[in-house]
């Protein structure tokens, strides 16, 4: 993107943010002082922290409504690192339970590996902390978790949101008003995916320092938390996305950024059924696919096809940011994305009998910071209009498990939604 669309969505982010901020105080309590600082707490001092405490620098300069207040790794030179980064000495922690009972922390931002969030975000709302938790909501193998943590959410007062910054796009709230009011008719089928060339892993996750050893630098068992009790290995320990242990590969790393999206445009919930397909077709040193394909039955008659690969990163329709752009067809016509538009395209039948192609501008593209200042703005006022909450969180979270599920079973995956869970036949 070039600086001149980055100012342009920059300064339309910040109108957007202003207007929520509006809305939310209209019709909400306030949780704290209109002049309080609210304390943050990061959990996971790595890459993905970083994007973190650039957006909460950024409200702290803009409006003083948040200030970082305490870190927690358990890798010391990580938390130096953040330390330094950060120019100002605070209070660090190794155990994420010990930086929750720190009294200064009113809130926390998650970004530890999978197979932590879930765990951490539960500690985090008993705690009566507010969240907000890297995606994906869980690991693989933690539906059980995924639906403790939506329930835990949906019951506390506290502020959920889930880090699919791409909710934070326009393109998808108005993609669902139009939706809503019947422009393509009943939905039927849809589609999105991502398509990237990188492994994230062996070449994206540099190993730091290869003599590390745990010890009191490096808690390893800690890192381990509940999955499988192994010897040390530095691999493992920085290049996590590689090992099932600990992450799932496209299906939980990338596609809650497409998914989560679609699920909200078409209104459903959890799916009827889900197939998929794959393999590691491409990256031969990691343990998790590179190459995956879900198909998504919804019970109101709508199937969601979603396609991605980390072999390539041609994205075949529309090349607006770096996802496959989304396709939703109707018994009407359908709806898609060209550039800075949405796109209405009537079916046949329905342009005989007057339906006209349609274009509505997107308002604003997707931006970090207007994510963050949606859950700032909730936790301070106390609502949960959250771009990217619990609930939406657990629907897109339970179509990717039945999908790793059905990919590892090589089977089909279903819902039963009176005892919401999850069966393969
Ligand atoms: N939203 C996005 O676009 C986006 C982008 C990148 C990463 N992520 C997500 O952020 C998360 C972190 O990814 P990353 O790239 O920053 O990984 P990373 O390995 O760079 O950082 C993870 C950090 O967590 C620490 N850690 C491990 N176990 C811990 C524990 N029990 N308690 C506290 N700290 C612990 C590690 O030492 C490490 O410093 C992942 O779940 C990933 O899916 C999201």
Known sequence: MNPQDMNRRRFIATSAAAAWAANASATAQPAKGPNDRLGVGIIGCGGRSAAH??????????????????????????LQKTIEKLGHPLDTYMDHRELLANPKVDMVCIATPDHHHGYQALDALKAGKHVYCEKPMTHWRQFALAKEVAKAAAASPCAFQLGAQRMSDSAFHQMRKLVQDGLIGQPIHAECGIFRTGDWGERGMPIEDPNVQPGPDLLWDAFLGD????????????????????????????????????????????????????????YPEREVPDTFNMLIDYPEKISVALLGSQGNSYQATGNRDDIRVPVIRGWD??????????????D???????????????????NMLLLMRNWVDCARNGTKALDSGSELAYYTQTALLMGMAAFRGNRTAFFDPEKEEISVG
């Open 53 to 78: 405490i650039g957006a909460l620098q950024e409200l702290a300069e803009r409006d003083k409504s948040v200030e970082i207040v305490a870190l927690c790794d358990v890798y010391r030179p990580r």
């Open 227 to 282: 999955a499988p009790k192994r010897p040390f290995e530095a691999s493992r320990f920085f290049r996590w996305r590689m090992y099932e242990d600990y992450a799932g590969g496209p299906v939980t790393d990338l596609y809650p950024h497409v998914l989560t999206q679609m699920i909200h445009m078409l209104g459903v919930k959890m799916p009827s059924k889900v197939v998929a397909s794959g393999g590691i077709y491409r």
């Open 333 to 346: 016509g359908a709806l898609t994305i060209e550039k800075e538009e949405i796109v209405f395209i009537p």
């Open 348 to 366: 046949d039948e329905a342009a005989k009998t007057g339906k006209t192609p349609q274009r509505f501008p997107i308002e604003h593209g997707y």
